[in-house]
């Protein structure tokens, strides 16, 4: 193998390892946005379960009421 081949395939190869450290950053940051995503849609539901049975108790109070 000629010099020129061995530097041209030590540079692809540089380039690969740049490519892969890249990856791996953007698949870092990633999995953190979700974790974040998931968190938050967890904080969200349950506000919509409280939300929800704080309706289902008014209503309950209402129709109560109705029947007096």
């Known amino acids: 193998?000629?010099?020129s081949e061995v530097k041209a395939?030590?540079?692809?190869l540089d380039r690969l390892i740049t490519h892969c450290q890249k990856l791996?950053?953007?698949n870092?940051?990633?999995r953190a946005l979700q974790d974040d995503w998931n968190r938050e849609r967890a904080q969200l539901?349950?506000?919509n379960d409280l939300a929800k049975n704080?309706?289902?108790?008014m209503i309950g109070r209402l129709?109560?009421?109705e029947h007096h």
């Open 54 to 57: 704080k309706i289902e108790a």
């Open 28 to 30: 870092a940051t990633l």
């Open 24 to 26: 791996e950053r953007d």
């Open 9 to 12: 395939l030590a540079d692809k």
């Open 63 to 65: 129709r109560a009421l």
């Open 1 to 3: 193998m000629e010099q």
């Open 45 to 47: 539901m349950h506000k």
